[in-house]
């Protein structure tokens, strides 16, 4: 009996080696990281029987061909990481997407339609300040505009694509016909302790929640630690903390997430009164109408912590995705694999983002959660255990076989 689970531990054991230096996995897109990456996913797809290219998009396509004509079915994830992520944040997805078909071709099943295994290049949007767009090239919503987006090294998104293979042109023409794809299915650790708390190995995602991004500068006066009177201070950090702590305030008020999760202060020292702030403020919620009304209400704030501390504060919306209901009917599918899986399909909201919030531009998407200890993600502490992961590969094949029969093309049996 082949340990499903096993073997996804040791392939992601193997591919978290594709990291830059330092404690998790930090595997940036289109990085020399992410290219030691196309080479072990490129095994995972080859074993699971299908054909393996890089798109434009810097997407790593693996097809598993279906009966002319057919239908494609879509399974994928992200091959990216945060900086100092975990094994599974993305990459587990495509590891058990791959280990799925090859489990169906053990057991000699022919699907009656076509599989395609994604592996997407940048979900994180760490390198560049956009993300996601491997799954807008291909449902056709990609803005040509990141392709000029620079990295901190001043690299355009144009030209790291270019690095390994990509072409910002022809990513532009790579949306497919939303005829061909009968579907999205993303495996992804649940980044939350709700499965954990119910002590069950899935779940089934129900809506993933939308997102927005702020980028905050707070302008102050700089002048000597010692010699200026507190209350002729305009110190930029103040304001700065005032503002964390009202964007807190702000989340509880709406019931949503909100985080200030990058800052940068100068001249950043020990003697000198803080000039100048920088920070991040991001605002996620499943309902679209409280996350912007939380955005407007964002600016107020502002205003009124520039006006306490005598500074200028200027808050800029630098991204927005819209929350994302997944289908129900392929909801159901997996409910039902679940079911047969761990006897219990309790279904939840995502507070990530995933692959699957854009790609929902193309074609009905799904998610099946794997349990993750202690809800840590976007950490070195991220874990799934094999056993979790095994139950997904089952539950994933189950959901394929159950699909076929739903779409009339019953399994053929080789
Ligand atoms: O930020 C997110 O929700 C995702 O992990 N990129
Ligand atoms: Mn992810
Ligand atoms: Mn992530």
Redesign the pocket.
Known sequence: MTDWGDIARERLEIISMASEAGPGVTRLPFSEQHEAAIGFITSWMTAAGCQVHLDAAGTLVGRRAGPEGAGTLLIGSHQDSVRQGGFF?GIMGVALGCLALEKLAQAGVKLPFAVEILAFAD???VRFAT?LMGPRALAGTLDPAVFAMKDDTGKTLSEALARIGGNSEAALQLSRDSKDILGFLEVHIEQGPVLEALDTPLGVVTAISG?ERHCVQILGETGHAGTVPMTLRKDALRAGAKLVEAVHDLALRHDLRATVGALTLSPNVVNAIPAQVDLTVEIRAPDDAAREAAGVELAKICAQIAGETGTKIEPSRSYAQPAVACDPKMRALLVDAVMQVSGQAPELPSG???DASAMADLCPVAMLFVRCRGGIS?SPAEYASNADMGAAVEALAFALMAYANASEGAPVHA
């Open positions: 944040d979900e994180e949007g993300a997102i990530a983002t995933h976007h």
